[in-house]
């Protein structure tokens, strides 16, 4: 007979109502692909009130996360709460008991994701994130398994729509503000937004790209970001003249003494990939030592996208718990190296004289730098 995997949902909001949901209504497909039983044991949340997927059993929610992960049944939890405060404390409690780790929490990842790997690392616990970048886009398992043979060079892409939203929407003639308020009604970006334009967001992602790219312990705090807060609609304007645009580029590089890594609102050229992004779509520019250069294109966020690529991690874990193998899904937990440096990346980029205050972005210029380092 074959086992039953206890599943503990923590979070039955944007993405963890889709999750719910499609773990009940795709169970038969989602069996069949893992090659494992699973249940869903209980799902955490703050409200008992609020209305919920009606194909779930109401008797599944509860308030008490912690009650989830302390339960001997489940030995999966999907991290969908969000933040770094409630949701720190439930991963690292879960990882500690040997319980398996789907999360798509970048926050938390980005800040304390060296940590919680090694915690991992050293239960035999699986930990892993795609969800967390670039919502759909399979950048976690491009960068930390398709290409874990390889050798990544740089990163570079535009990872944060409510960004990118707000730059259009300017291009349209609107100003910042009015493309802020219609990008909230649209649903890109959050009621509190300060993350998002202030480029935190996206760096928290870089952070996780380039652990995973150069296996290094990289974290949010040590990129350089600036937001998208003093564009005005004068600059993309002047910018469109000149036939480009600003996007909220986010980069990173790999040198002999450490990364270069930065986020910042840069003059794109019309016709190249980042600028045409729109809404929540991200884009993605991949350097590969033997791969060469790859590109990645897709929906960054929403429920039922990021949902996608949550399933898509627990599917892995399930069936490496089916094969019983001995280190089980770990996708990235392993301890990464700490000491490095990490450098600012646009600081070399070219200036035009019309807007100076922007980096022209010219992925040859990276990559050109990033030979002269390595070979210096
Ligand atoms: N939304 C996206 O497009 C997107 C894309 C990529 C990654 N993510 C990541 O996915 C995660 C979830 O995002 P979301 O947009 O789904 O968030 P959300 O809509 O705010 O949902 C959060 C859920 O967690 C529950 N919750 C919060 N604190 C809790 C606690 N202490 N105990 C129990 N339940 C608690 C909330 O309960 P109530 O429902 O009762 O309030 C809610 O159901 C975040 O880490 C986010 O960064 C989201």
């Not at 886009?137 to 990118?164: F, Q």
């Not at 291009?171 to 970006?189: I, K, P, V």
Request: aromatic share 4%; hydrophobic share 45%; proline share 3%.
């Amino acid at each position: 007979m074959k086992m039953t995997v206890g599943v503990g949902l923590l979070g039955c909001g944007t993405v963890g109502a889709n999750v719910a949901d499609r773990l009940h209504r795709e169970r038969e497909v989602i069996e069949r692909r893992s090659g494992v039983r699973y249940e869903v044991r209980a799902v955490a949340i703050r409200d008992l009130a609020k209305a919920r997927p009606e194909s779930l059993d109401r008797r599944l929610f509860t308030r008490d996360a912690r009650a989830i992960v302390d339960d001997p049944n489940v030995d999966l939890v999907i991290e969908l709460v969000g933040g770094t405060t409630d949701a720190a404390e439930l991963v690292e409690r879960a990882l500690d008991r040997a319980r398996h780790v789907v999360t798509a929490n970048k926050d938390l990842l980005a800040t304390q994701g060296p940590r919680l790997m090694a915690l991992a690392a050293s239960r035999g616990s699986a930990l892993r994130f795609e969800g967390a970048v670039a919502g759909a886009i399979p950048v976690v398992r491009t960068l930390g398994e398709a290409l874990a043979g390889d050798e990544i060079l740089s990163v570079a892409g535009v990872i944060n729509g409510t960004c990118t939203s707000i730059l259009s929407a300017m291009e349209q003639g609107s100003t910042f503000a009015d493309a802020l308020a219609r990008a909230q009604q649209l649903g890109y970006a959050e009621a509190d937004p300060s993350n998002d334009v202030s480029g935190t967001d996206a760096a928290h992602k870089l952070a996780l790209v380039a652990q995973l790219a150069f296996d290094l312990g990289v974290i949010s705090p040590r990129i350089a970001r600036t937001g998208i807060v003093r564009v005005t609609q004068r600059d993309v304007a002047r910018a469109r003249m000149l036939g480009l645009r600003i996007r909220l580029v986010a980069a990173t590089l790999r040198t002999s003494e450490g990364i270069l890594a930065e986020v910042a609102p840069a003059l794109v050229r019309e016709g190249h990939d980042f600028a045409a992004t729109s809404g929540a779509e991200n884009v993605l520019h991949v350097r590969a030592r033997d791969a060469g250069a790859l590109v990645l294109r897709g929906a960054g966020a929403g429920g039922p996208a990021t949902a996608s690529a949550v399933l898509g991690d627990v599917v892995t874990v399930l069936r490496t718990l089916a094969d019983r193998r001995d280190l089980p899904a770990r996708g990235r937990a392993h301890a990464l190296a700490p000491a490095f440096a990490v450098g600012p990346f646009f600081e070399g980029n070219a200036r035009m004289a019309e807007l100076p205050e922007y980096p022209v972005w010219e992925e040859s210029a990276g990559i050109v730098r990033g030979r002269a380092l390595v070979k210096a």
